[in-house]
T-cell receptor, first 113, second 114 residues
Framework: QKEVEQDPGPLSVPEGAIVSLNCTYS??????FMWYRQYSRKGPELLMY????GNKEDGRFTAQVDKSSKYISLFIRDSQPSDSATYLC?????????????FGQGTRLTINP | DAGVTQSPTHLIKTRGQHVTLRCSPI?????VSWYQQVLGQGPQFIFQ???????GRGNFPDRFSARQFPNYSSELNVNALLLGDSALYLC?????????????FGPGTRLTVL
């Protein structure tokens, strides 16, 4: 079983729609959950991170963690064409004292004008 | 302030060759991590370097190695290239590489092995 699973999509929605992106994870010990955005031919850019359970909001973006079901979500309100990118969920893990990020497969999102 | 920089942007090699990729971290950051991102997949952790020492290695063979220099820049070396090594190689820098540090990614080097 993969440590982090993410539906690869692709997902295509009209401008202004609410987008829901989701991941599941396997290890209940994970505490830090992140969402990265990656534009084509670019490196991942940190969007948001949450610690433990709950919600975190930043402008049009809301990250949600449900530790009881090992489920993490990113919601995008009033989606814009500039939001078109691949969205990667990631979890912070430790390996031999070093922080490693464990990524999902990424969901490719297109917002149509 | 400049972000993480990587060079070259892309390169093409043939099977069996060796390749060296370079990374300069954000000023003040002392830790560099390397990730491999195969097309259509999320990045996979290769290893992390802090204060010139390897600290943590993912599930990658010994053909993959790196070093970190006194100015905290890093080189990733891959020997005996295989077709499956074709990927985007990402460098991420952080203050110390610790649990609470945020990792900032560079634009990556796209390697194609023919």
């Amino acid at each position: 079983q993969k440590e982090v699973e993410q539906d690869p999509g692709p997902l295509s929605v009209p401008e202004g729609a609410i987008v829901s992106l989701n991941c599941t994870y396997s290890n209940s010990a994970f505490q830090y959950f992140m969402w990265y955005r990656q534009y084509s031919r670019k490196g991942p850019e940190l969007l948001m991170y949450t610690y433990s359970s709950g919600n975190k909001e930043d402008g049009r973006f809301t990250a949600q963690v449900d530790k009881s079901s090992k489920y993490i979500s990113l919601f995008i309100r009033d989606s814009q064409p500039s939001d078109s990118a691949t969205y990667l969920c990631a979890i912070r893990s430790l390996i031999q004292g070093a922080q490693k990020l464990v990524f999902g497969q990424g969901t490719r999102l297109t917002i149509n004008p | 302030d400049a972000g993480v920089t990587q060079s070259p942007t892309h390169l093409i090699k043939t099977r069996g060759q060796h390749v060296t990729l370079r990374c300069s971290p954000i000023s003040g950051h002392k830790s560099v991590s390397w990730y491999q991102q195969v097309l259509g997949q999320g990045p996979q952790f290769i290893f992390q370097y802090y204060e010139k020492e390897e600290r943590g290695r993912g599930n990658f063979p010994d053909r993959f190695s790196a070093r970190q220099f006194p100015n905290y820049s890093s080189e990733l070396n891959v020997n005996a290239l295989l077709l499956g090594d074709s990927a985007l190689y990402l460098c991420a820098s952080s203050l110390k590489g610790g649990t609470l540090d945020t990792q900032y990614f560079g634009p990556g080097t796209r390697l194609t092995v023919l």
